[in-house]
Antibody, heavy 120, light 107 residues
Framework: QLQLQESGPGLVKPSETLSLTCTVSGGSISSSSYYWGWIRQPPGKGLEWIGSIYYSGSTFYNPSLKSRVTISVDTSKSQFSLKVSSVTAADTAVYYC????????????WGQGTLVTVSS | DIQMTQSPSSVSASVGDRVTITCRASQGISSWLAWYQQKSGKAPKRLIYAASSLQSGVPARFSGSGSGTDFTLTISSLQPEDFATYYCQQANSFPFTFGPGTKVDIK
């Protein structure tokens, strides 16, 4: 059974960089059929797609965040990562990593999510 | 960006009721749509993909229909475990966008 697990600091100071890692187990991150994505959800609000990456390193970003976001992949560790720079309180959210396939482009496996709070 | 809207924003229903949730896209997305269920404090769970295909393991009381701009999620007989928030997501083009959610709670 595929599992995804987010890890990283739960508290980040304003203007600093938020960094999270998603570890994939029970399946191959290098499968040609899937992309790996990040989605976030501010407390009490809806879902926002941040971006996705293919095992080769090809990326797609949400234009609303593109200038501040970097997603990378390390296939040797079965991990992919998210960095969001210059964070503000508006970046406070539960961050999810998830898998989506390259045929129907929707998210079939999700991590449990991790709350990141931006505060001094 | 493609904007997704959902109606109603919330619905109160009883066990056994038929519940219908509507999702509308700001432009045509063919059948590139998924529905997710999210329970409090949990990650979303995909119920339907490609507008009408049932995710493996999801009860058959869930069904999806529609194409183009208008889509529907139907729960044929609401069960206690179905009380949750439901989101649609378009997968027609980047950036992927989600609807604002429909909360189904107990009447």
């Amino acid at each position: 059974q595929l599992q995804l697990q987010e890890s990283g600091p739960g508290l980040v100071k304003p203007s600093e960089t938020l960094s999270l890692t998603c570890t994939v187990s029970g399946g191959s991150i290098s499968s040609s059929s899937y992309y790996w994505g990040w989605i976030r959800q501010p407390p009490g609000k809806g879902l926002e797609w941040i971006g996705s990456i293919y095992y080769s390193g090809s990326t797609f970003y949400n234009p609303s965040l593109k200038s501040r976001v970097t997603i990378s992949v390390d296939t040797s560790k079965s991990q992919f990562s998210l960095k969001v720079s210059s964070v503000t309180a508006a970046d406070t959210a539960v961050y999810y990593c998830a898998r989506h396939d390259s045929s129907v482009w929707t998210f079939d496996y999700w991590g449990q999510g991790t709350l990141v709070t931006v505060s001094s | 960006d493609i904007q997704m809207t959902q109606s109603p924003s919330s619905v109160s229903a009883s066990v056994g009721d038929r519940v219908t949730i509507t999702c509308r896209a700001s432009q045509g997305i063919s059948s590139w749509l998924a529905w997710y269920q999210q329970k409090s404090g949990k990650a979303p769970k995909r119920l339907i993909y490609a507008a009408s295909s049932l995710q493996s393991g999801v009860p058959a009381r869930f069904s999806g229909s529609g194409s183009g701009t208008d889509f529907t999620l139907t729960i044929s007989s609401l069960q206690p475990e179905d009380f949750a928030t439901y989101y649609c997501q378009q997968a027609n083009s980047f950036p992927f966008t989600f609807g604002p959610g429909t909360k189904v709670d107990i009447k």
